[in-house]
């Protein structure tokens, strides 16, 4: 069965940087798009970042532009976001997520999510 | 870029009856859209796409409809496990903006 398991969260300053990671088992990892979406303590969901299911594309929400970098291995299954000049306003549960086959954007399966906090 | 809002923000429903949930884009989205349901601590989990199309093992009291900037996800009988947090989320462009939400709570 699917699995997704990310790892890398913690309390880091503001203006530090922070990589989380995100084991993927059970499915073709290398055929399928990925993303993170993210969910600040108490509030909505919120997508962060795509990647295409080679690498060779990708996108990003707005506030995180020129910040966050969303890359994968596809021969060790993972995903990766490289979160760099963090603000308290990232502070969140960071969940990575599978592309569906039916369309780029329907997050078909998520992982448990890691928490990064922001704090001084 | 795309604004989605729900309606209502809680719903106050008994076992057994009927929720109706709604989702409005601020312009069409065709049927791109895509329902998810949260529970407490844990992962949203995919209930429908194409606005009417059921994910993989969601039971069929589940039901979607709309198309263009109104959306509607009907539970026909409410059980406890569906007592949840439920999102809407447009894939017709990006970025994939979701819904700010709709609490079910039990009555």
């Known amino acids: 069965q699917v699995q997704l398991e990310e790892s890398g969260g913690g309390v880091v300053q503001p203006g530090k940087s922070l990589r989380l990671s995100c084991a993927a088992s059970?499915?073709?990892?290398?055929?399928?798009?990925m993303h993170w979406v993210r969910q600040a303590p108490g509030k909505g969901l919120e997508w962060v970042a795509f990647t295409l299911y080679d690498g060779s594309n990708q996108y990003y929400t707005d506030s995180v532009k020129g910040r966050f970098i969303i890359s994968r291995d596809n021969s060790n299954n993972t995903l990766f976001l490289q979160m760099n000049s963090l603000r308290a306003e990232d502070t969140a549960v960071y969940y990575c997520?599978?592309?569906?086959?039916?369309?780029?954007?329907?997050?078909?399966?998520w992982g448990q999510g890691t928490l990064v906090t922001v704090s001084s | 870029e795309i604004v989605m809002t729900q309606s209502p923000a809680t719903l106050s429903v008994s076992p057994g009856e009927r929720a109706t949930l709604s989702c409005r884009a601020s312009q069409s989205i065709n049927s791109n859209l895509a329902w998810y349901q949260q529970k407490p601590g844990q992962a949203p989990r995919l209930l429908m796409y194409?606005?009417?199309t059921r994910a993989t093992g969601i039971p069929a009291r589940f039901s979607g409809s709309g198309s263009g900037t109104e959306f509607i996800l009907t539970i026909s009988s409410l059980q406890s496990e569906d007592f949840a947090v439920y999102y809407c989320q447009q894939y017709y462009n990006w970025p994939r903006l979701f819904g700010g939400g709709t609490k079910v709570e039990i009555k």
């Open positions: 059970g499915f073709t990892f290398s055929s399928y798009g």
């Open positions: 194409g606005a009417s």
């Open positions: 997520a599978k592309d569906h086959l039916a369309a780029r954007g329907i997050f078909h399966y």
